[in-house]
């Protein structure tokens, strides 16, 4: 069975440009996260989707970002326009539904893409 | 301007050697916790799990242990091994949340 995957594995682009990162889930799986870990600190909680749904959305930094799982399969994000911040690695995570809450739901991860804003 | 990162903390253990890494939660609602082994260019991956109603738990050459009342998480690993260097993680969350809350990670290297 296939992993999370996510694409691209790495993008660099300028300040004020737009990027669209994606995740493809582990088939099946409702519950998909997106994290981010900037320039070696903890690793930040984005926002769950459950199916199409955003179940929770309080980590996402300001509007300059955009998460959609449209048909509730694949998910993309979205920044628009980036800043230098914007820059660390991005991880989804998808989990088996049945529940919204993660516990004793563990989360399978991706390889991350490794985002840079010049 | 250019933000500063926290340097991880590391320990560097010789192969075949015990391996201890330590970490410190906040919140006393967290009640599931599980470590996360993060090697170069892959995404975190799951090691061991435990619930706030246990203090130890123990897998493959690795042990959590839970201290409830003073919010400390540990994992220790048995005969380190050179594949076990890597950066971990603990990670927490509640019942009732939706997100795991990550730690700033520990990074571990193998000495052979």
């Known amino acids: 069975e296939a992993g999370v995957t996510q694409f691209p594995s790495h993008s660099v682009i300028e300040k004020g440009q737009t990027v669209t990162l994606r995740c493809d889930p582990i088939s099946g799986h409702d519950n998909l996260y997106w994290y981010r870990r900037v320039m070696g600190k903890e690793i930040k909680f984005l926002l769950h989707f459950v199916k199409e749904s955003k179940q929770d959305e309080s980590g996402m930094p300001n509007n300059r970002f955009l998460a959609e799982r449209t048909g509730g399969t694949y998910s993309t994000l979205k920044v628009q326009p980036a800043e230098l911040e914007d820059s660390g690695v991005y991880f989804c995570?998808?989990?088996?539904?049945?529940?919204?809450?993660?516990?004793?739901?563990?989360?399978?991860f991706g390889p991350g893409t490794r985002l840079t804003v010049l | 301007g250019e933000s500063v990162g926290l340097h991880l903390p590391t320990l560097s253990v010789q192969e075949g050697d015990n391996s201890i890494i330590n970490c410190a939660y906040s919140?006393?609602?967290?009640?599931?916790f599980i470590w996360y082994k993060q090697e170069s260019g892959k995404g975190p991956q799951f090691i061991i799990d435990i619930r706030s109603n246990m203090d130890k738990r123990q897998g493959q050459r690795v042990t959590v242990l839970l201290n409830k009342t003073v919010k400390h998480l540990s994992l220790q690993i048995a005969a380190t091994q050179p594949g076990d260097s890597a950066v971990y993680f603990c990670?927490?969350?509640?019942?009732?949340?939706?997100?795991?809350?990550f730690g700033t990670g520990t990074s571990l290297t193998v000495i052979p």
């Open positions: 919140n006393s609602a967290s009640d599931y």
């Open positions: 990670a927490e969350t509640s019942n009732t949340g939706n997100q795991f809350y």
């Open positions: 995570a998808s989990s088996p539904g049945g529940f919204t809450g993660p516990l004793n739901n563990e989360q399978f």
